[in-house]
């Protein structure tokens, strides 16, 4: 955008935290912004003062677009959701005796790595003030918890001797879980 | 008005700021701070995170177009946004009837 380097500073303040296309938008309100003020009589340097100071500290903006963005609300979604389908795979574990299953010790310490990763990944999509980390932590996040879902669902109608009632909640909260996740998985690395 | 009073009646605000026909986020504002005469005191920058999630919630509708040679995004209210702004202006009545009835019927204090 031609203009005085305050507003070019401003825009790569921003453009350091958010996609082309917020940033697009951004800059064609900063430039209304600016010739307004030029039209009230303002040098060049004085409109580009006055506009920046209109439009806000970059940090504001980017927080604001960081909490609205849908990396952060699935986050928050998957996060929420995570105790009750945790809850219904433990009794399905409990209940299925699962530590007599013909699962590899590897696999197990694996698997638990894996969901603690996932889990520290949703934490950081849900509460970091960066958009871009909240984008990549969230779309990552979703991706594992759909790898991790499907290992559970696999799991169990493999080793499992019969699907009982509670294995079957499970299977069908997971599998809506990765429907989700999935879904959404695109949509936050987006933004 | 500072941003913090805001809360909660922002997204009423915006939606009726959209009422009139499709706007982009500068619009927006200036259509804010004349409906509000001025007393609106909220940064322009954060009017656009706002607008982008009421379009996330299927309240407004954002679209592309070329102004002069450059990209603008441009906000319209959907059928569900006209429902939600209907009903955001019912609460306010009845939030609004009800506080003055509570706080009697003492003149109100000079803005000025």
């Not at chain 1, 940033?23 to 010739?35: I, M, P, Q, Y």
């Not at chain 1, 004085?46 to 677009?65: D, K, Q, Y």
């Not at chain 2, 322009?44 to 379009?55: Q, S």
């Not at chain 2, 990209?71 to 006209?82: K, S």
Request: proline letters at 5%.
């Amino acid at each position: 955008m031609p203009g005085p380097s305050l507003i070019s500073d401003y825009l790569a303040d921003l453009s350091a935290d958010l996609p082309g296309r917020i940033v697009e938008e951004l800059a064609d309100g900063l430039d209304e912004t600016f010739h307004r003020c030029l039209g009230q009589g303002l040098n060049p340097e004085a409109a580009a003062r006055a506009a920046v100071a209109e439009f806000g500290e970059p940090r504001v903006i980017v927080a604001a677009f960081t909490d609205a963005s849908r990396g952060r609300r699935t986050a928050r979604r998957l996060l929420s959701a995570g105790p009750a389908v945790g809850l219904c795979w433990g009794v399905v574990l409990i209940t299925a005796r699962a530590w007599q299953w013909p699962v590899p010790i590897i696999a197990r310490v694996l698997f638990g790595v894996a969901l603690i990763t996932v889990i520290g990944l949703l934490a950081a999509a849900a509460v970091s003030r960066r958009y871009r980390l909240v984008s990549r932590a969230a779309a990552a996040a979703c991706l594992g918890t759909t790898l991790l879902d499907a290992a559970m669902i696999g799991t169990v109608l493999v080793s499992a001797p019969v699907l009982t009632w509670p294995a079957a909640v499970a299977v069908v909260v997971s599998a809506g879980r990765s429907g989700f996740a999935l879904r959404n998985a695109r949509h936050a690395l987006a933004g | 008005m500072r941003a913090e009073e805001l809360k909660g009646h922002l997204d009423a605000l915006l939606l009726a700021a959209l009422e009139d026909g499709p706007q982009h986020g500068y619009a927006v504002m200036e259509a804010l701070r004349q409906s509000t005469a001025g007393r609106l005191d909220l940064p322009t920058g954060t009017i656009y995170p706002a607008l982008h999630r009421l379009e996330a919630a299927g309240l407004i509708a954002g679209s592309w177009s070329v102004v002069a040679g450059r990209r603008r995004r441009v906000y319209q209210l959907t059928a569900a946004g006209a429902g939600a702004l209907s009903g955001k202006r019912a609460d306010w009545r009845d939030f609004a009837t009800m506080m003055s009835a509570a706080l009697g019927g003492g003149p109100c204090p000079d803005p000025a």
